[in-house]
């Protein structure tokens, strides 16, 4: 069955997902991702505003790793059949997570060195990109700084997935030019001493 490929016609009180397009679907997907990265955004400007740099730096921290640990890595798994503990599964979750590491917000390329070892460079980011042009120093250290919010939140990402799954970033935000690598990070699974 082809699918609707869009909403604009009369409303179906029985409406549901499995209705439409792939195209559709896909469209509303890439839609979902940029709410799901303004309202994170928007929770993290109000924070600073209200609560000062390093209070929201923590409060946003805190916010994300409780989330990611009981909504987001579980119900990607569930929906995706995404189960294991190397880091080409976890590169995977980074895919189909909902501000992934895919075409749109961001864009990785990985170089997976084997499934217990890759590095990831970000070459566009739509958050970097945002800060830098309010010139705003603090918002990127807050964000992509050491211990910031990415920061943060790939070691909680690594640490569901494996307990000895580490990353190290390996080149990070501010940029010397706009032309430059947005970050650098390294993912592994260290051996069990």
Known sequence: MKGIKDYSGEYRPDAKFEDF??????????NYQRIFVGLMGMWNTVNRERLGVEAA???????????????????????????GDDVVTMLKYF?????????GLFKFDFDIKNRNHAIG??????SLFY?????????IEALCGPGGVEDRAFTAICKY???????????LPPRKSKDATCCVWEFKVEPKT
């Open 131 to 139: 800060l830098e042009r309010r010139k705003d120093d603090k918002g």
């Open 95 to 103: 895919q189909m997570c909902p501000d992934g590491a895919r075409e």
């Open 161 to 171: 997935f494996n307990p000895n799954m580490t990353c190290k970033a390996l080149e």
């Open 21 to 30: 397009s792939v195209d559709t679907l896909a469209k509303l997907l890439r």
């Open 121 to 126: 460079t970000c070459t566009y980011c739509a």
């Open 57 to 83: 730096r923590e409060l946003d921290s805190i916010v994300y790793e409780k989330q990611l640990k009981q909504f987001e890595i579980p119900l990607v798994q569930e929906a995706m059949n995404l189960y």
